[in-house]
């Protein structure tokens, strides 16, 4: 393989990347971190398998990665390359996305059922490559196969390069922030039972930090997320809004959250006193502990249920759209009809941010701008999961370019045969 001859040196130990994170990696999965040139190679093995939970008073068995929830966060640095055996140890078919990590030239692990490749099977494997280039900050990971991603999915945490910095003061502690919701019935039979009404689905029973209901749901007191802090320290917070239905609003009482990153790159900063996140986004937010020794409530509220979903007719809220296998410039937006002659004009073509994820408007328009330069199949759809199923989705085909740099590279052997 191609590492072996330009080979520097081989480490099998995490604790000198790592150790704050090194016994958790060694009881959830095995490092194998090899050096080119300041890039790592980084093994790991997620087992996609059931295990009980308890959350507002009733247990369920969900869907879980190495029985985890939130599943585990992967940490790597800019331009790593992650090999993930994924097994299926559960009962219905999976396949897994690595959400904003744009694989050049090899959409064979980029994960949607049925775009990219077939699901794996109940006690199947699949060894997918995850090619990380130009990805900085909070990404994150799931399921992309029915609704199995309302319980599978976690962080990926892309540090920069060995010897480099971050473009602002470095943070003292980060903390991945992973917001969801919890049904109390079985996450499979909502969707089926949805699907098969053709209406919308029944509506989550809590929103959850870290897998968490907040203190107010019934038996989630003892068990809340509780975020201990010193006063005068700057802590970055990771947000993953891995909701399946529901854009969020997230703040902190008595203190302004700076935005300093979206969808892994790097944005302006913008200091708020709250932040708005749709499903399938990422944002990594500077929080001083500026204030009085006290306690203070995070809270996070949806904002598409408080427009009635059930009123919902796809046209209500806005849509956030996910294009796969890039990331691109959010240039503009608007309301009504795009108006070719007159709203290009209002494009911003001096900083606009990179995202994978835009948001449209309601009954508007956004347009983004990428160059077509990663061959594949790249999935492109709605991140509201209720929206997706009913079909909001299409694929770019990008063909390959001159050259053979420009060309897909091979698929592997292992693809999961249909
Ligand atoms: C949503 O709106 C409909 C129609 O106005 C109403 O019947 C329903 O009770 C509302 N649902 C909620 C949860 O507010
Ligand atoms: C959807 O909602 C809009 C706004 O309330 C309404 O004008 C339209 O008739 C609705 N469409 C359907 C198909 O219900
Ligand atoms: C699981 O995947 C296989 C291979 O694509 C397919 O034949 C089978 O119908 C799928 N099963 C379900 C329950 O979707």
Same mark, same amino acid.
């Given at each position: 393989m191609w590492f072996c001859n330009r080979m520097i040196f081989l480490q099998i130990l995490c604790c000198l990347l790592f150790d704050a994170l090194c016994s958790q990696a060694f009881s959830h999965y095995s490092f194998v971190i090899i050096n080119v040139m300041h890039s790592y190679m980084i093994l790991l093995h997620l087992q996609v398998k059931e295990a009980p939970y308890t959350r507002l008073c009733s247990t369920k068995n969900i869907l879980t990665v190495n029985g985890e929830f939130p599943g585990p966060t992967i940490r790597a640095r800019k331009g790593d390359t992650i090999y993930v055996n994924v097994y299926?140890?559960?009962k219905y078919n999976i396949s897994i996305h690595w959400h904003g990590v744009k694989q050049p030239r090899y959409p064979?692990? &980029?994960?949607p059922s049925y775009i990219t490749q077939c699901p794996i099977k109940p006690g199947g494997k699949f060894k997918q490559k995850l090619i990380l280039s130009m990805e900085l900050g909070t990404l994150w990971w799931h399921a992309h196969? &029915?609704?199995?991603?309302a319980t599978v999915h976690g962080a990926i945490i892309i540090y920069p390069k060995d010897g480099d910095t971050y473009p602002f003061h470095k943070p003292d502690v980060e903390v991945p922030i992973i917001l969801g919701e919890w049904w109390k019935k079985d996450v499979m039979k909502v969707y089926n039972e949805f699907l098969k009404t053709g209406g919308t689905p029944k509506d989550s029973d809590a929103i959850t930090i870290n897998g968490q209901p907040g203190d107010?749901?019934?038996?989630?007191l003892s068990e809340t997320l509780k975020l201990p802090v010193e006063q005068g320290k700057t802590y970055l917070l990771r947000f993953v809004?891995?909701?399946?239905n529901i854009i969020l609003f997230f703040s902190i009482a008595k203190h302004d959250l700076t935005v300093l990153g979206m969808d892994g790159s790097y944005t302006k900063p913008l200091t708020r006193d709250y932040i708005a996140i749709s499903p399938g986004q990422t944002m990594d937010c500077l929080l001083h502990t500026?204030?009085?020794p006290g306690h203070y409530y995070m809270a996070a509220r949806a904002y598409s249920r408080a427009v009635n979903v059930s009123f919902?007719?796809?046209?209500?809220i806005d849509h956030p759209i996910h294009l796969h296998g890039y990331s691109f410039y959010a240039v503009g937006y608007g309301s009504g009809n795009f108006d070719? &002659?007159? &709203?290009?004009?209002?494009?911003?073509?001096?900083d606009p941010p990179m995202l994978n994820t835009v948001y449209v408007p309601i009954i508007g328009w956004a347009t983004i701008r990428f160059r077509a330069n990663n061959p594949g199949v790249w999935f492109l759809h709605c991140h509201l999961e209720r929206h997706l199923s009913w079909g909001m989705e299409t694929v770019f085909i990008v063909k390959n370019g001159k050259g053979p740099e420009a060309h897909m590279l091979p698929p592997p052997p292992d693809m999961p045969p249909c």
């Open positions: 299926n140890k559960g064979w692990s &980029d994960g196969s &029915d609704w199995s991603r107010l749901y019934p038996c989630s809004n891995a909701a399946m500026n204030q009085n919902d007719n796809t046209t209500r070719i &002659d007159k &709203d290009p004009l209002k494009y911003n073509l001096f």
